[in-house]
């Protein structure tokens, strides 16, 4: 059984920081690249970031650019998402899912197993 489960979330003041991490277990981590979609409530889900199986390949959408930074540990199946100076617009419901290629421009159907999610809330 594939899981994906991610962990991390929480409530931090604007300019925080927060590290996500996406635990994988049923599969081949090796194999797969890993990308991070957030959902804030009332919107559309957003691809913000995704890591290729090697981890000199990563895409970030542009609103994270510098801020949020993508990393994995093979050895450990998990994939961390660093999100650094934080802004109130950064609060939603954090997922991570795999992909066998990640791409510049995110589509729901490039990705195929998905975590429960983690909320995160960016408030003073």
């Known amino acids: 059984q594939v899981q994906l489960v991610e962990s991390g979330g929480g409530l931090v003041h604007p300019g925080g920081s927060l590290r996500l991490s996406c635990v994988v277990s049923g599969i081949s981590f090796d194999d797969y690249s890993i990308g991070w979609v957030r959902q804030a409530p009332g919107k559309e889900r957003e691809g913000i970031g995704c890591?290729?199986?090697?981890?000199?390949?990563?895409y970030y959408t542009d609103s994270v650019k510098g801020r949020f930074t993508i990393f994995r540990d093979n050895e450990k199946s998990t994939t961390y998402l660093q999100m650094n100076s934080l802004k109130p617009k950064d609060t939603a419901t954090y997922y991570c899912a795999t992909t066998m290629k990640c791409q510049s421009t995110y589509r729901d159907v490039d990705y195929h197993y998905w975590g429960q999610g983690t909320q995160v809330v960016v408030s003073s």
């Open positions: 890591i290729g199986r090697g981890w000199l390949e990563t």
